[in-house]
């Protein structure tokens, strides 16, 4: 007995050891490397193989078949297993490339080897359907045709990103297209067996999960009877005021030349193409200006007034210390001594451009020191060019020859030769006489040709421009910008009710009624604001806000808030947990890119599995972060007071386990819906990327802890809450390692 669990978990200790090096290895030898030489090896595969008999025949040494509940969990990984396993032996995967009217009757696998298929396959015709009024692809479509001996009269049908063809066994999946947009590439899966055994595995493990938690029998169930539970109490929070921002250092107090509000404003109510999506101009005039300042105000003054300062007012704008330079080598390039430059400040005495030499070096491939600072400051300069010339401003919209398609130029832009006379004087001429009346300060004639601009949008655009109601929800979403300040005031909180929850707890004293109101009514006008940011983000978008990474993080400082509901008058410390991790999430949201633009979404990522996917991930990162400050919370306790505390010690154990259960089985499910979500999109179903590794490693370590039975060494609270404090290390892996150090297909989320 003994023997057989000692073999069954140092073989999955030796395959975690083998899964965290082939991800590392990866980074440094490349995909090709670790799946010819570890994935796809015979001592990969036979390792998988003796982890799965190992583990059987501990299970039913242990009885396990007895526990009908607990029996199917385990029954259902190992019938995934053996799905895995006959994909591996019997599964077949290539390409194909096809030209529109060519006829294919094979493909190629990723080895150079060519497989033949049954049938031919004959590509009518390829099309890229775009958002509308834009050139963003919104979906890849193949019309083929596919003929053979039994079919003598063929079957006619259509390959698109999340909709497979099927015939014979055989699998085609869109996944690409030649550069000349007229044929396409095709991957196809031949795995007739395999995928229908790892199918039934991943409905029998949704089945168990559910039965485990109604199941009488469960631990989760009696945990949930426990004593200890009922002693457990609710905790405070102090308040903190918001941040105030300061205006940049350097700034005079002399205010830069710029619009009234209301005409600025009228701009901003303009159309414009921008990230190859039709937004507000104000979109627009918020991006250029966080761009270059990093905040979406400059000295009170809105984004609209930013923007066409620097277009009508350049010779005041150019003196204004509006560009942030993060880079200390660009600021010496720029001869500044503060954190903002002005534009006069990239042209030297003898009008020479200052980052000139360092481009060039740059360009040339030379390691420079600072480069991407240097090129950040040099994109600011382009932009700035860009925007005073009207080169960005693409606000003239232009329907072609056939009445269907749109482009979209700025008074720049080459027009085209057959443009109609009146169409091309308005587009060269009506932001200059918009300019003059500028000049004049005839507001109210500007404000009259900027409504001619609109009145021409909407005429040259009908039928294609977003609805006004979405196009009115943008506009107020421009305006919740209060992430980063709202992520200091839940960090601060979180911390205030962490270190004065652990104090009660010390000296067994009560909460504050009144800290507890207070903190429940901050949490409740956090979440509000955060469910309405989301819930306008998506619809100004129209698609689920999960698919990058500052979306998934405000994700889950939401699911963290919403947690914290549900559990804040059942368990110790979650209040301040709560405000801490969702502070957390939002920060770590603000840190790739203070400006996170909605753009539209990648064909790919358009299959509602995605949205499952990343839900139920999120929830299971949140629950195992509450594991962990719950493990750090009772550290404290236990070096500060010793044996005092072994009653609040066993206490927070017990919720950690209950949290437990949840999360990991959470963790599975999402890890499973989004090998669904592969196979559909990708004709795999796992294809050993880093993030997927890790996700799978995330899952057996949190899994141990599930075992106590056979690992008594989680019935000691201390040991167990280290390890719950070390564990979460494999998260922050996943999710922020995979991200910005080892990469993958999955680094954009």
């Not at 259509?158 to 099927?166: G, Y």
């Not at 300061?246 to 303009?270: C, H, I, N, T």
């Amino acid at each position: 007995m003994k023997l057989l669990k000692r073999t069954a978990f140092s073989l999955l200790g030796i395959l975690l050891l083998v899964l965290i090096t082939a991800t590392v290895v990866e980074k440094i030898c490349g995909t090709d490397f670790v799946s010819e030489h570890i994935y796809s090896s015979v001592p990969f595969v036979v390792l998988w193989g003796a982890l799965s008999v190992a583990s059987l025949a501990y299970i039913v040494k242990c009885r396990l078949p007895q526990q009908h509940t607990t029996f199917l969990l385990h029954l259902s990984l190992l019938l995934i297993l053996v799905g895995a396993f006959i994909t591996w032996m019997c599964g077949e995967q290539g390409t194909m490339r096809i030209s529109q009217g060519e006829k294919q009757q094979a493909f190629v696998d990723k080895e150079g080897m060519r497989h033949e298929l049954p049938f031919t396959v004959t590509l009518d015709n390829f099309e890229i359907v775009y958002y509308k009024g834009t050139q963003a692809p919104m979906d890849f479509v193949s019309h083929i045709s596919i003929s053979d001996a039994d079919r003598p009269d063929g079957v006619r049908g259509q390959v698109s990103m999340n909709n497979i063809f099927s015939y014979r066994g055989y699998r085609l999946y869109q996944s690409g297209y030649s550069e000349d947009g007229t044929g396409s590439v095709f991957s196809i899966s031949h795995d007739p067996y395999g995928i229908g055994v790892t199918y039934a595995g991943y409905v029998l493990l949704l089945f168990s999960i559910i039965l485990f938690f109604f199941s009488p029998q469960s631990r989760f169930r009696r945990l949930l009877k426990s004593p200890l539970l009922r002693k457990v109490a609710a905790v405070l929070l102090l308040s903190v005021a918001f941040p105030s921002s300061s205006v940049a250092a350097g700034a005079d107090d002399r205010m830069p030349k710029v619009l009234p509000v209301e005409v600025a404003g009228q701009f901003g109510d303009l159309y414009i193409l921008y990230n190859n999506r039709i937004c507000p101009l104000q979109t627009f005039a918020r991006d250029f200006t966080i761009k270059l300042y990093g905040k979406p105000s400059y000295r009170g003054l809105t984004p609209e007034q930013v923007l066409t300062g620097w277009i009508f007012y350049y010779d005041s704008w150019k003196n204004e210390p509006v560009i942030r330079i993060k880079s200390r080598e660009a600021r010496g390039l720029l001869g500044i001594k503060g954190s903002y430059a002005t534009l006069k400040d990239y042209a030297s005495t003898v009008n020479e451009y200052k980052l000139e030499k360092a481009m060039s070096r740059i360009h040339a491939g030379e390691q420079v020191a600072g480069k991407r600072g240097i090129e950040e400051a040099d994109e600011k300069f382009n932009i700035i060019s860009q925007v005073c010339t009207g080169a960005m401003m693409k606000i003239f919209p232009c329907r072609g020859a056939d009445g269907k398609t749109l482009e979209w130029y700025s008074q720049s832009d080459q027009l085209p030769r057959d443009m109609d006379d009146d169409k091309w004087i308005f587009i060269r001429k009506s932001m200059n006489y918009v300019n003059e009346m500028v000049v004049m300060k005839k507001y109210d004639d500007a404000c009259g040709v900027i409504a001619k601009i609109r009145e021409y949008q909407r005429k040259e655009c009908a039928g294609l421009l977003p609805p006004d109601s979405r196009f009115d929800a943008e506009k107020l979403y421009n305006h919740f910008d209060y992430s980063l300040p709202m992520a200091v005031v839940c960090i601060c909180v979180g911390l205030a009710g962490f270190f004065y929850g652990c104090r009660c707890m010390m000296r067994r004293c009560g909460f504050s009624r009144w800290a507890t109101v207070s903190s429940g009514v901050l949490l409740l006008l956090v979440f509000l604001y955060l469910s309405a940011t989301i819930c306008l983000r998506g619809y100004v978008s129209n698609h689920l806000p999960l698919s990058n990474g500052y979306e998934t993080m405000q994700f889950m400082a939401w699911c963290t808030l919403l947690l914290t509901f549900l559990l804040r008058s059942r368990f110790i410390m979650i209040l301040p947990f709560g405000f801490l991790l969702c502070g957390l999430s939002l920060m770590v949201s603000m840190l790739g890119e203070s400006n996170p633009q909605v753009t539209q979404l990648m064909p790919v990522l358009q299959s509602p599995l995605l949205s499952f996917h990343v839900v139920v991930i999120m929830i299971a990162y949140s629950l195992l972060a509450f594991v962990m400050l719950n493990g750090l919370t009772a550290l404290i306790l236990h070096f500060s007071r010793g044996d005092d505390c072994v009653e609040e010690v066993e206490q927070l154990q017990l919720i950690s386990n209950i949290l437990l259960y949840p999360a990991v089985f959470l963790l599975a499910i999402g890890i499973f819906i989004g090998a669904v979500w592969a196979n559909v999109s990708w004709g795999r179903y796992w294809g050993w990327d880093p993030k997927e590794v890790w996700a799978l490693v995330t899952m057996m370590i949190y899994a141990l802890a599930l075992h106590p039975g056979s690992l008594p060494w989680f019935h000691r609270p201390l040991f167990f809450h280290v390890f719950s404090v070390v564990a979460f290390f494999s998260v922050l892996v996943t999710y922020f390692g995979v991200n910005f150090l080892l990469g993958g297909m999955h680094s954009y989320a």
